[in-house]
């Protein structure tokens, strides 16, 4: 896994040591909200207007990098006695395991949820983004009652940490993701995209705390909508639209008129290989597919010095992409694709991505194009223990303001990709519906004309009734 997130936040604690400038590094906060001068403004706005039902808050992620965002469990930080806020956050992060662990379980996560999603693909294609639907639910986090907290944790891979934890984790991975210090560089590629949003009903409020730390934490924005109008599907298709450079037109195709929030993911990711693959070389060939043989168009990479792993499993290789990260080819030597995903986990694929090495030989791949369609996220969830779908429970009642109690009545994603010679281009949106005793229902002008029988209650001061009767004549 990459080390570069544990240099840069070993780089800032030095420069925050030395040179004390506490106030540039250190916090969550600072790092989400720094990304550019522009994205500084947007977030101070959003913490001002993101409670209000009428305005929307604050930029969106625009995200630069696939490195991983794992830190080291370990540190050798120096001992010197931090002395101001920013620098013991910072000496903390580096001192203690439990920072990393929660953004950590996210990788996790991603190979359980995918297990879930494939029993129900059967022998079709399958592409989706696991971390598209953990980002919305971890922020989700915040919003839950405490009864249901711990297993929501459990279920993204954070069993045992707080909400602020898993708050500061994500804020930390979102900031090595987008390689926020080197925006505005005119030389740097922007690969990625990531974008977070929540729709919310006009005729209600965002809970201003759960408004804050999506905006800060989560790098978040805020929509006022019509729930009960069809402008709130195209708010939302147009939303997906654009922070998927147009892969993906459409998400909903309508709301309950009963839907009060919606929380939202969206994921664009196009880069180059590192080692392109010449187009020259792509021959047609035979692919035998689970459904029968069809004709695919095979590229070609061979040579020496190409990372490779081999185990008895299966023959595994990361083409890496020009601005860091890759696609890892899982090729199963017996059984089917289906089993070999279902049975991956974070610390296998961590020891394939550790264990390749240079070596001579070849890799016929074929170029690929999927779309997953619509895929509904709700079963998948619930098996993994998200606790959120229950309307009894009603677990979410820290996202309105008044603690108003909602509960996930959907979950739904698309994702699609797209393999060739030059690179990859990959994108995903989920969606995330919102329901519950949240609005009530609008009380009509009332007529009160006393012309018939009529009873009375008569109390006195602390409400003890004195007097009760009926009056049946004047």
């Known amino acids: 896994m990459s080390k570069k997130p544990f240099a840069l936040i070993a780089a800032l604690l030095c420069l925050a040591l030395l040179g004390g400038c506490g106030q540039a590094v250190g916090t969550s906060n600072t790092a989400t909200g720094t990304v550019t001068d522009t994205n500084t403004q947007a977030n101070e706005s959003a913490t001002q207007n993101f409670g209000t039902s009428a305005e929307a808050s604050t930029a969106g992620t625009t995200a630069e990098n696939t490195q991983s965002t794992s830190a080291p469990e370990t540190s050798s930080a120096t001992t010197t006695k931090p002395t101001t806020t920013n620098e013991r956050k910072i000496q903390k992060m580096l001192n203690t395991q439990r920072f990393v662990s929660p953004a950590a379980g996210a990788n996790d996560f991603a190979f359980r949820l995918s297990r879930a999603l494939l029993q129900t693909t059967g022998k079709k294609n399958f592409v989706s983004s696991p971390y598209s639907v953990w980002l919305p639910l971890a922020?989700?986090?915040?919003?839950?009652?405490?009864?249901?907290?711990?297993?929501?944790?459990?279920s993204?891979?954070?069993?045992?940490?707080?909400?602020?934890?898993?708050?500061?984790?994500?804020?930390?991975?979102l900031a090595a993701l987008t390689h926020a210090e080197q925006k505005g560089s005119e030389y740097y590629h922007n690969p990625l995209q990531i974008a977070n949003a929540v729709f919310v009903d006009k005729k209600a409020k965002l809970k201003p705390s759960f408004a804050q730390n999506f905006s800060v934490n989560y790098m978040g924005k805020a929509f006022a909508v019509d729930f009960s109008s069809p402008g709130a599907v195209k708010t939302v298709n147009d939303w997906a639209s654009k922070n998927t450079n147009g892969l993906i037109k459409e998400i909903i195709k309508e709301f309950d008129p009963a839907t009060v929030a919606a929380i939202a993911n969206a994921i664009y990711f196009s880069d180059r290989w590192e080692r392109e693959f010449n187009p020259d070389q792509t021959k047609k060939d035979t692919f035998h597919g689970t459904n029968g043989d069809s004709e695919a168009h095979f590229m070609l990479r061979e040579g020496n010095n190409q990372a490779y792993y081999e185990d008895s499993k299966l023959q595994a290789m990361p083409l890496e992409f020009k601005t860091g990260g890759g696609l890892c080819i899982l090729l199963p030597k017996a059984g089917n694709a289906n089993a070999l995903l279902s049975s991956m986990d974070s610390a296998y694929f961590k020891k394939i991505q550790s264990d390749a090495s240079p070596a001579t030989g070849k890799l016929l791949l074929p170029r690929f194009s999927i779309d997953s369609g619509s895929m509904k996220l709700e079963d998948a969830l619930t098996a993994l223990g998200v606790p959120l779908f229950d309307p009894a429970a009603s677990p979410l009642n820290g996202v309105l303001e008044g603690n108003i109690p909602l509960y996930l009545s959907g979950a739904v994603q698309k994702a699609v990709i797209k393999v060739d010679e030059k690179g990859t281009t990959a994108a995903a949106v989920t969606v995330m519906v919102m329901t519950g005793a949240a609005l009530p229902k609008p009380t009509p002008p009332f007529s009160m004309i006393c012309d018939r029988p009529f009873a009375f209650v008569l109390y006195g001061d602390g409400g003890q009734i004195l007097f009760t009767g009926v009056v049946n004549q004047c």
């Not at 993204?156 to 991975?173: C, I, N, V």
């Open 139 to 154: 922020a989700l986090v915040n919003g839950t009652d405490a009864a249901h907290r711990p297993a929501l944790l459990a």
């Open 156 to 173: 993204l891979g954070a069993e045992g940490f707080s909400e602020d934890e898993l708050d500061d984790a994500a804020a930390q991975a």
